[in-house]
C-alpha cells in the first residue's frame, strides 16, 4: 500500500492568502529518508518545506528538519513560525489559554517559540533565534554592487557598512541609501550564487531605513546558491538585521529590547511584515526574537 503524508501550506509573516512567504509543512514525516524529503521539496517548488518529526533531544516539543528545492538547512525563520503555527492551529499544543513556549528541534539546537494568542485574530509567533554574531565589516562595495545591480555610491551613502550577521545563518547583511534603488536594483543572480558560495553565506539581506509604510526598514533578500532567486519573506535574515541595527546604532537603542518591524515582498507582490525584537547590553545584542503572524492557505495528501 502507499503511505500517505498529510502536509499544509501556510502563508507566513501575513494575514491574508496569496500573501507573506508560502511554506509547506509534512506532518508526521517519520518514514521519509532524507532523499525523499528532498524530492518532495523540490516538488513544491517553494523556497523552503519542512518536514515534523518526534524529538530526539530532551526539552524538545517536535523536531523539524527544513529543504529548500536544492539543499537542507539547519536553521530557517519563516518554517520555524510557519510550522509552529500550524501545530498550534492543528492543536498539539492543547488549548491553553494565554502565551505559551514550546520548543523546537532544528540542526542548530532547541528553540523556544512563543505562541501570543490575539482576540478575534491570529496568534502571534515569536522564534527565538540563535546567538548573535558578526564577522568583519565587506569593503569591497563594489563587488557587492556589480553583484547586486547597484551603484557602489547607492551602499556608500547609506552610512554602513556590509557585514556577515547570523542568528542561525550566516548571511551578508547590505545597508543601501534610499527605498528608489532597492526598489530598482536588478541582481545577477549567477554573479549572487557565486558571491554566497566565496563568502560561505546563505543569501543577502539587502535593506534600506527609507520604508513605504512606516516601520523600520525595507528589505529585499536573494539566495540563489539555495535555490531562491528572491524570498518574499525571510525571518532567518531579519533576525541578523535586527541584531546588526542595534549593533550598529542604526535604530534607538534607548530601551531594550528594541522593537523593528521589517516590510518585505512588496516587488513580489507577496507583502510581508516581520516584528523583531532585540535584548541587548549597551548596544551590543543578546538575544533576538522575530515572528509574525499566519494564515493557513489548504491541506493536502502526498503520496511516498
Same mark, same amino acid.
Given at each position: 500500500?502507499?503511505?500517505?503524508?498529510?502536509?499544509?501550506?501556510? /502563508?507566513?509573516?501575513?494575514?491574508?492568502? $496569496?500573501?507573506? $512567504?508560502?511554506?509547506?509543512?509534512?506532518?508526521?514525516?517519520?518514514?521519509?529518508?532524507?532523499?525523499?524529503?528532498?524530492?518532495?521539496?523540490?516538488?513544491? $517548488?517553494?523556497?523552503?518545506?519542512?518536514?515534523?518529526?518526534?524529538?530526539?533531544?530532551?526539552?524538545? *516539543?517536535?523536531?523539524?528538519?527544513?529543504?529548500? #528545492?536544492?539543499?537542507?538547512? #539547519?536553521?530557517?525563520?519563516?518554517?520555524?513560525?510557519?510550522?509552529?503555527?500550524?501545530?498550534?492551529?492543528?492543536?498539539?499544543?492543547?488549548?491553553?489559554?494565554?502565551?505559551?513556549?514550546? &520548543?523546537?528541534?532544528?540542526?542548530?539546537?532547541?528553540?523556544?517559540?512563543?505562541?501570543?494568542?490575539?482576540?478575534?485574530?491570529?496568534?502571534?509567533?515569536?522564534?527565538?533565534?540563535?546567538?548573535?554574531? +558578526?564577522?568583519?565589516?565587506?569593503? /569591497?562595495?563594489? &563587488?557587492?554592487?556589480?553583484?547586486?545591480?547597484?551603484?557602489? *555610491? /547607492?551602499?556608500?551613502?547609506?552610512?554602513?557598512?556590509?557585514?556577515?550577521?547570523?542568528?542561525?545563518?550566516?548571511?551578508?547583511?547590505?545597508?543601501?541609501?534610499?527605498?528608489?534603488?532597492?526598489?530598482?536594483?536588478?541582481?545577477?543572480?549567477?554573479?549572487?550564487?557565486?558571491?554566497?558560495?566565496?563568502?560561505?553565506?546563505?543569501?543577502?539581506?539587502? +535593506?534600506?531605513?527609507?520604508?513605504?509604510?512606516?516601520?523600520?526598514?525595507?528589505?529585499? +533578500?536573494?539566495?540563489?546558491?539555495?535555490?531562491?532567486?528572491? /524570498?518574499?519573506?525571510?525571518?532567518?535574515?531579519?533576525?541578523?538585521?535586527?541584531?546588526?541595527?542595534?549593533?550598529?546604532?542604526?535604530?534607538?537603542?534607548? &530601551?531594550?529590547?528594541?522593537?523593528?518591524?521589517?516590510?518585505?515582498?512588496?516587488?513580489?507582490?507577496?507583502?510581508?511584515?516581520?516584528?523583531?525584537?532585540?535584548?541587548?547590553?549597551?548596544?551590543?545584542?543578546?538575544?533576538?526574537?522575530?515572528?509574525?503572524?499566519?494564515?493557513?492557505?489548504?491541506?493536502?495528501?502526498?503520496?511516498?
Amino acid at each position: 500500500m502507499v503511505k500517505e503524508y498529510e502536509f499544509r501550506q501556510v /502563508d507566513v509573516f501575513t494575514t491574508t492568502p $496569496n500573501a507573506g $512567504n508560502p511554506l509547506a509543512v509534512v506532518m508526521d514525516a517519520q518514514g521519509l529518508s532524507t532523499g525523499e524529503m528532498q524530492a518532495i521539496a523540490v516538488e513544491m $517548488n517553494l523556497s523552503e518545506t519542512s518536514f515534523v518529526l518526534p524529538p530526539e533531544r530532551p526539552g524538545a *516539543d517536535y523536531r523539524m528538519r527544513i529543504f529548500t #528545492p536544492k539543499l537542507e538547512l #539547519p536553521f530557517a525563520g519563516h518554517p520555524s513560525v510557519g510550522t509552529a503555527y500550524i501545530l498550534f492551529e492543528e492543536g498539539r499544543f492543547g488549548k491553553a489559554a494565554g502565551p505559551i513556549t514550546v &520548543r523546537q528541534q532544528v540542526a542548530i539546537g532547541v528553540l523556544p517559540i512563543e505562541i501570543r494568542s490575539s482576540p478575534g485574530g491570529p496568534p502571534l509567533v515569536m522564534m527565538t533565534q540563535g546567538k548573535p554574531e +558578526f564577522w568583519p565589516r565587506f569593503e /569591497d562595495l563594489g &563587488r557587492l554592487a556589480a553583484a547586486l545591480g547597484l551603484r557602489t *555610491d /547607492d551602499i556608500r551613502r547609506s552610512g554602513l557598512t556590509p557585514q556577515v550577521a547570523s542568528t542561525g545563518l550566516k548571511q551578508m547583511v547590505v545597508p543601501v541609501a534610499s527605498l528608489e534603488a532597492v526598489t530598482a536594483m536588478k541582481p545577477d543572480m549567477r554573479v549572487l550564487a557565486e558571491l554566497e558560495t566565496a563568502l560561505d553565506v546563505t543569501g543577502l539581506e539587502v +535593506f534600506c531605513l527609507q520604508t513605504r509604510s512606516g516601520v523600520t526598514a525595507h528589505v529585499r +533578500f536573494f539566495g540563489p546558491a539555495s535555490g531562491v532567486a528572491e /524570498d518574499p519573506a525571510t525571518g532567518s535574515a531579519a533576525g541578523g538585521l535586527g541584531a546588526y541595527l542595534v549593533k550598529h546604532e542604526a535604530v534607538d537603542v534607548s &530601551r531594550s529590547p528594541v522593537h523593528i518591524t521589517i516590510e518585505q515582498g512588496e516587488e513580489l507582490k507577496r507583502p510581508s511584515r516581520i516584528e523583531v525584537e532585540v535584548d541587548h547590553q549597551k548596544g551590543e545584542p543578546r538575544a533576538v526574537r522575530d515572528g509574525g503572524t499566519c494564515v493557513t492557505v489548504f491541506k493536502g495528501k502526498l503520496p511516498s
